[in-house]
Nanobody, 124 residues
């Protein structure tokens, strides 16, 4: 079992930056694919970014490319999501997810473990 706890959310103005953290416990995540998803009110949970465990290859949804950066520190068991140039449409609850398979997926169903989420609100 892997337990995930997100932190770093908050209320910011458009154009600002936030860094989300996801701390893992229970098992090492060094061989897990890690992802970030978000869910806005009334919308389905959507893929934001993912990072593979083998090569640290990163994947992003088009709407955040160039603004968000996912990174991992396996020694600390932590995954980060640096979010720059935030927009009001980035407002959502952000979730961290982990999957033990090497293949990186963009579907929520691909991931076995989830955190409780952290709220990000971007005002215009």
């Amino acid at each position: 079992q892997v337990q995930l706890v997100e932190s770093g959310g908050g209320l910011v103005q458009a154009g600002s930056s936030l860094r989300l953290s996801c701390a893992a416990s229970g098992r090492t995540i060094s061989t897990y694919t890690m992802g970030w998803f978000r869910q806005a009110p009334g919308k389905e949970r959507e893929f934001v970014a993912a990072i593979s465990w083998s090569e640290g290859k990163t994947y992003y949804t088009d709407s955040v490319k160039g603004r968000f950066t996912i990174a991992r520190d396996n020694a600390k068991g932590t995954v980060y999501l640096q979010m720059d140039s935030l927009k009001p449409e980035d407002t959502a609850v952000y979730f961290c997810a982990a999957d033990p398979r090497a293949v990186v997926g963009e579907s929520p169903g691909h991931y076995d473990y989830w955190g409780q989420g952290t709220q990000v609100t971007v005002s215009s």
